[in-house]
């Protein structure tokens, strides 16, 4: 008798809840997000693709939900782990558009995976803002995938301007013309390095070490050790994380003396800053923000709160700015038909952490950091395509 | 015997002309469950046809699937699509040769590192090309839609099939099993047991390799990580293992509940896929030793011997 009242209560429980139920849910927008959470790509992710998500997905439900047209709509965020291979991406994208029916899709991690996944996106008509994705063929692609959009920037730019960043501390007569040049053995590093020998050349540099390394190579002694032999005036490295913390790890224990130090990938990681100190300062590399900026600042400030990491100081925002880029998109076409969300993104400005970001004709974003130096504190922007407050670079002296 | 085939025949055009129809139902995501059970069908039968035979564990799938990617992307931009397929089909045979030739002498565990380490050199081959060339990833940017990549896949199918059935009936097949089952009598009783061994090696190397080719478009950016994954290679062999190797159909039924179970592990549980996928192989093990087909012709003989006995 006693089991029957409880089982009755129960399911008069169970019954007013599901009743209650719809009469409190509010409107709920699911937003899909693929990533790698294992395979080569997972560290990238977990620095700069997985907490902008939480942080964004965390902030939007704090404060109510999305507008779109006066309802408040909360998100809900499926995560599929793609493993860092395409086929999984195409299958998880696929299954979010289709099983899940997600109201929108968060672009993938990386070139490759980006790519791997434009034409489903294309084909269910989502939006998808990279922010981890670089290609040189940007006219090409946005032709084919009219969905597609472009934050991070191009490498002819981001080489483009390192050479300018040492060809105006030559002309200070800061440094000298000599030019040591590294890079990884990897796709990355292969296209950056492809694309600045001739820039170098061009400017007049005289490239007295050249060398490239396969990637994973655990001992990078012997690189620092010719490179310091040919007694350049700056090192210039397109490098990977696990090279760019090794090499700068060589140059201390080598004393490199050099105007100017660049290593590619991850100098703007805090873990880089954290791991060298004061030997930090007056390392360059790609990336950048503009330190001083509130929005930034605040942005930081928030990350560190809700992630309990700080973002890195390159892809980080811009991971962050597609999700704002997106959010005020659907705001502002008070819709959430994405096709009308994807024409508000081609014909308007937005307002984000990294600053105003507005697409050009081929749905790329023109304005982007390319250079950045650790000064004090931060990794500051000194050269961009057109950012607002760029800091004058500082010459390299030392390693203590 | 004729007319069994006959049936058998039929019964394979019927499975055949039935999948095709798949891509009419307009579900994509049907579509692309289809398109990694043909792929790792086609993989898994040609790797069958050589490795089940012989006992010879291949771990060179990624090498041809990515020499076949590699094809199709370099290719595009000089040749029409449909040319390269065939052309892939070409090179994974002779890469086949070359290396069966170079190793097939050598037995057991030799084989099977030297496989698994082709895929690497050729990668490696690859990523020093690049840097000299300074030429990054490679674009295959085409209005092939996955339903046609599908089409291709099944038609593969098709053919592999078609292969392993005529191998399975010729003096070639007859002299595998004799190597599979001693290679030292099959040597006595005069078969060429490099020669048969490199010839079925060639069949599942440009098998691979056109499957890379096929598959090249769905990927839009090929580069070396990702077109020589050495995953590849493994969940084939598991694949097939689950499956069984002993007859053609063998892989099938490995591929089929494999891929909607690791659709299910994605799907579910998206933080734990590697830990829930160990664990599946576990239970296979020791559930399951002699995969699928196992399971099924034990099964068909305990039901005829209690026919009988009744």
């Not at chain 1, 038909?337 to 749905?363: A, C, H, L, P």
């Not at chain 2, 490995?254 to 549980?269: M, N, R």
Request: charged share 15%; with cysteine.
């Amino acid at each position: 008798m006693k089991r029957r009242t409880l089982l009755n209560t129960t399911v008069a429980l169970t019954l007013s809840a599901a009743l209650a139920g719809p009469a409190l849910a509010q409107e709920t927008l699911k937003i899909g997000a693929v990533g790698p959470k294992t395979g080569p790509l997972a560290g990238g992710a977990a620095v700069t693709h997985w907490p902008n998500i939480e942080l964004w997905s965390t902030e939007v439900n704090e404060r109510g939900g999305i507008d779109v047209d006066g309802t408040k709509y909360m998100v809900e965020i499926i995560e599929y782990d793609d493993q860092t291979n395409p086929s999984e991406t195409i299958s998880a994208v696929t299954r979010l558009a289709t099983q899940d029916e997600a109201d929108f899709i968060l672009a993938p991690y990386s070139t490759g995976l980006n790519l791997a996944a434009a034409p489903i996106f294309d084909r269910f008509g989502y939006p998808q803002v990279t922010s981890t994705a670089s290609t040189d063929r940007v006219g090409e692609l946005s032709d084919q995938f009219p969905n597609l959009f472009f934050l991070l920037g191009q490498n002819s730019e981001i080489v483009g301007d390192a050479v300018e960043i040492l060809t105006e501390l030559r002309e200070a007569g800061d440094i000298g013309n000599r030019v040591a040049m590294v890079n990884v053995a990897d796709a990355f590093g292969i296209e950056l390095a492809a694309s600045a020998k001739p820039i170098f050349e061009e400017a007049g540099f005289e490239l007295v070490y050249e060398t490239s390394y396969p990637l994973g190579t655990p001992d990078l002694s012997p690189v620092m050790k010719s490179a310091k032999d040919s007694e350049p005036d700056a090192f210039v490295a397109w490098s990977y994380p696990p090279d760019t913390f090794g090499l700068t790890e060589q140059a201390v224990i080598e004393e490199l003396d050099v105007g100017v130090f660049y290593t590619a990938v991850a100098t703007a990681f805090p873990a880089y800053k954290q791991r060298f100190g004061a030997a930090a300062e007056g390392v360059m590399g790609i990336g950048g923000v503009n330190a001083e900026s509130e929005s930034f600042q605040d942005y930081a400030a928030r990350h560190m709160e809700v992630t309990g990491q700080a973002p890195d100081y390159w892809a980080s925002g811009m991971m962050y700015a597609s999700l704002q880029i997106l959010e005020q998109a659907i705001t502002g076409a008070g819709t959430i038909d994405r096709d009308t969300v994807t024409q508000y993104i081609k014909d308007n400005s937005f307002d984000t952490v990294m600053g105003t970001i507005e697409f050009d004709e081929n749905n790329n974003n023109p304005a982007y950091w390319t250079v950045g130096q650790w000064q004090g504190d931060a990794f500051r922007g000194v050269a961009s395509t057109g950012r607002e407050g760029a800091v004058d670079p500082i010459l390299k002296d030392g390693w203590e | 015997m004729i007319r069994a085939d006959g049936r058998t025949l039929a019964l394979v055009a019927l499975v055949l002309a039935v999948a095709a129809c798949l891509p009419l139902t307009g579900s994509a995501y049907w579509l692309s469950l289809g398109i990694s059970i043909a792929m790792y069908t086609v993989l898994t039968t040609s790797w069958a046809l050589f490795s089940g035979p012989t006992h010879y564990i291949s771990l060179a799938t990624a090498a041809f699937f990515g020499v076949g990617s590699y094809t199709t992307g370099i290719g595009i931009e000089y040749l029409p699509y449909w040319a390269l397929p065939p052309i892939a089909g070409v090179l994974g045979a002779v890469m086949a040769a070359l290396v069966g030739l170079a190793t097939l002498r050598l037995s057991g565990v030799y084989f099977v590192i030297f496989t698994l380490g082709l895929a690497e050199l050729v990668r490696q081959v690859i990523i020093w090309f690049q840097n000299i060339s300074g030429q990054k990833g490679i674009y295959v940017l085409t209005k092939i839609t996955e339903a046609q990549i599908f089409w291709q896949l099944l038609g593969l199918a098709a053919l592999v099939y078609a292969a392993g059935w005529a191998i399975g009936r010729s003096r070639l097949g007859f002299a595998l099993r004799i190597i599979g089952d001693d290679e030292e009598v099959a040597r006595h009783s005069g078969i060429n047991t490099a020669r048969a061994k490199v010839a079925l090696f060639m069949v599942s190397g440009a098998a691979a390799a056109v499957v890379g080719a096929v598959l090249a478009p769905r990927f839009v950016y090929i580069e070396p990580s990702t077109a020589f994954t050495p995953m590849l290679s493994f969940q084939v062999v598991i694949m097939a293992l689950l499956g069984g190797t002993g007859r053609l159909w063998g892989p099938l039924v490995g591929v089929i509940p494999f891929t909607f179970l690791w659709e299910a592990i994605s799907a579910s549980f998206p933080n734990q896929t590697t830990l829930l996928l160990g664990v599946s192989f576990l239970v296979i093990v020791y559930l399951l030793p002699r995969g699928f087909v196992g399971l099924i012709e034990g099964t068909r003989r305990r039901m005829r011997a209690r026919e009988a006995f009744a």
